[in-house]
């Protein structure tokens, strides 16, 4: 079993930025990635960003150039970094990781981007 947990969330304004932080912790050995969903009220999942094993990163379209994907000196913990925030990208956001074939999911910390 593998654990995750993220942290940052919270409220700034357009324009702004915010760091989100996440740890997996357990059954840790072998992990194949990790990343960040969000879901927005109303809306199903968005994949919007990964880091693999080998360090090579994806990013939605509607995140690419504004937010980054990095981990931490201990391969376990992952950061996005969101700057040039926009009251679209209000929702949960999400840390996993895969291993194995299994997808596991954090509780989710809330980003609200308003004025």
């Known amino acids: 079993q593998v654990q995750v947990v993220e942290s940052g969330g919270g409220l700034v304004q357009p324009g702004g930025s915010l760091r989100l932080s996440c740890a997996a912790s357990g059954s840790i050995f072998s992990l194949d990635a990790m990343g960040w969903y969000r879901q927005a009220p109303g809306k199903q999942h968005e994949l919007i960003a990964t880091?693999?094993?080998?360090?090579?990163?994806n990013y939605a379209n509607s995140v690419k150039g504004r937010f980054t994907i990095s981990r931490g000196n201990a391969k376990n913990t992952v950061y996005l970094q969101m700057n040039s925030l926009k009251p679209e990208d209000t929702a949960v956001y999400y840390c996993?990781?895969?291993?194995?074939?299994?997808?596991?999911w954090g509780q989710g910390t809330q980003v609200t981007v308003s004025s």
């Open positions: 996993t990781a895969d291993r194995w074939g299994t997808t596991y």
């Open positions: 880091i693999l094993s080998d360090g090579r990163t």
